[in-house]
T-cell receptor, first 112, second 113 residues
Framework: LAKTTQPISMDSYEGQEVNITCSHN???????ITWYQQFPSQGPRFIIQ?????VTNEVASLFIPADRKSSTLSLPRVSLSDTAVYYC?????????????WGAGTKLIIKP | DADVTQTPRNRITKTGKRIMLECSQT?????MYWYRQDPGLGLRLIYY???????NKGEISDGYSVSRQAQAKFSLSLESAIPNQTALYFC????????????FGPGTRLTVL
């Protein structure tokens, strides 16, 4: 299954757009890409999911190039409350076995 | 009330003890999962269940067992706890429709001395 690799940490400033990229070189045809947000002492929370091209919802966009070997989570106009850990997750099946491979997480710090 | 609850929220135990962590959900989801989270390692899947009669091992099932008592309840047991099982444990649920949208509980912090 695809191994997911993402930067350990990033920082930015309020009002900026933040892009976090995840690498998943061995992604398979049927795998989906999902991103979660986690605050301290809480469980992760779903942000967005995609298969290819671009997906947008009320909080984020997800860009997936044609080869699907990476994906980029884009957070528009971040605020201090966006400080959190962001996880990339690739989900799929191999030989009928369901597998979820989480990245190690990117700690995003937003500064005033 | 929270949709996914976990009990206990914190537990300290000793090596060799049997421990059970419980998860309940009111979302009506068929799919339930148990994960552990260690600093710097993200989440790793221990077991998952797609319905009451379906139990599957995840990436790191050794030393753990589970029971799906009902659609709403999924328990994780450590038969003989060891110190390297000290971690944060999360239960999650998901529908079969939104394939990957998982809803997590608040977590159980387990310390094995």
């Amino acid at each position: 299954l695809a191994k997911t690799t993402q930067p350990i940490s990033m920082d930015s400033y309020e009002g900026q757009e933040v892009n976090i990229t995840c690498s998943h070189n061995n992604i398979a045809t049927n795998d989906y890409i999902t991103w979660y947000q986690q605050f301290p002492s809480q469980g992760p929370r779903f942000i967005i999911q995609g298969y290819k091209t671009k997906v947008t919802n009320e909080v984020a966009s997800l860009f997936i190039p044609a080869d699907r070997k990476s994906s980029t989570l884009s957070l528009p106009r971040v605020s201090l409350s966006d400080t959190a850990v962001y996880y990339c997750l690739v989900v799929g099946t191999r030989d009928s076995n369901y597998q979820l491979i989480w990245g190690a997480g990117t700690k995003l710090i937003i500064k005033p | 009330d929270a949709d996914v609850t976990q009990t206990p929220r914190n537990r300290i135990t000793k090596t060799g003890k049997r421990i059970m962590l419980e998860c309940s959900q009111t979302k009506g989801h068929d799919r339930m999962y148990w994960y552990r989270q260690d600093p710097g390692l993200g989440l790793r899947l221990i077991y998952y269940s797609f319905d009451v009669k379906d139990i599957n091992k995840g990436e790191i099932s050794d030393g753990y067992s589970v029971s799906r008592q009902a659609q709403a309840k999924f328990s994780l047991s450590l038969e003989s706890a060891i110190p390297n099982q000290t971690a944060l444990y999360f239960c999650a649920t998901a529908t079969g429709v939104l394939y990957n949208e998982q809803f997590f509980g608040p977590g159980t912090r387990l310390t094995v001395l």
